[in-house]
């Protein structure tokens, strides 16, 4: 399964971003920013190491990790949380805590996109980047 999430990808479509931004505490400048930008992801696979490195205008971040191991990760707004991922079949979903707040993130891979769903205390948001 690994082989073909490998790849770069641009954001197409997104529903409920800024709701989501808000839930999570992220301000209103930062949510701007991130509303108007058209995020690129890339993703690699070296062993049993998974990279995401997204890129915006603002800021490029790579998170490095193993599948169902925790690791610290730096959220694109520079807050520091806890994370882990795991992975069944085409599907990934991360698990992102940071004090009381827990947010999950449910990666679904087809041939040609990624479809994102984020959740936060009841708000969800959908993004679709597709393959380029």
């Keep these: 399964m690994a082989a073909s999430i490998v790849g770069k990808y641009k954001l197409k479509s997104s529903e409920n971003f800024d709701a989501f931004l808000k839930e999570i505490g992220v301000g209103l400048v930062t949510r701007k920013l991130a509303n108007a930008a058209s995020p690129s992801l ?10 995401l490195k997204a890129v915006a205008p603002f800021k490029t971040q790579t998170t490095r ?6 690791f610290d990760e730096e959220r694109m707004d520079g807050k520091k949380v806890k994370s ?7 599907v990934y979903t991360q698990i992102q805590k940071d004090n009381d707040l827990e947010i999950k993130y449910i990666r679904e891979f087809t041939d040609d996109e990624i479809k994102v769903t984020s959740l936060c205390n009841g708000v969800s948001c959908l993004r679709v980047y597709g393959r380029v």
Excluded: M, P
């Design 42 to 51: 890339e993703i690699t696979v070296d062993g049993e190491y998974t990279s």
């Design 65 to 70: 990790f193993k599948l169902g191991e925790e």
């Design 84 to 90: 882990v991922v795991t992975a069944e079949g085409n």
